[in-house]
């Protein structure tokens, strides 16, 4: 099972950008459905971003055209590149690995990305 290392996360004003970074490690990382979630107090985590094994991406409508999730197999990590940020992305941002064929999912611990002038 793999294990999942979030960073990148801080303080950013709004229109601003940041990129999340997602590390793996203890499996083959090339065979990884991943995504990025967030979630705020009291709401449910939802998936904001996902990217395939063949680098097949899905995008949430309030992200899309603003972030880009991709991947580097041979560094073993996820990202996300988050432009134009707007006050309502403020969360905690989690990454989630699936292995292909198996239903059991890891998660990061997380990470929180605050925009706010």
């Known amino acids: 099972q793999v294990q999942l290392v979030e960073s990148g996360g801080g303080l950013v004003q709004p229109g601003g950008s940041l990129r999340l970074s997602c590390a793996a490690s203890?499996?083959?990382?090339?065979?990884?459905?991943m995504a990025w979630y967030r979630q705020t107090p009291g709401t449910e985590r939802e998936l904001v971003a996902s990217?395939?094994?063949?680098?097949?991406?899905y995008y949430a409508d309030s992200v899309k055209g603003r972030f880009t999730i991709s991947r580097d197999n041979a560094k073993s990590t996820m990202y996300l590149q988050m432009n134009t940020l707007k006050p309502e992305d403020t969360a905690v941002y989690y990454c989630?690995?699936?292995?292909?064929?198996?239903?059991?999912?890891?998660w990061g611990q997380g990470t929180q990305v605050t925009v706010s002038s």
């Open positions: 203890g499996d083959t990382f090339s065979y990884y459905v």
């Open positions: 990217i395939g094994t063949k680098d097949n991406t």
């Open positions: 989630k690995g699936r292995r292909v064929g198996v239903l059991q999912v890891s």
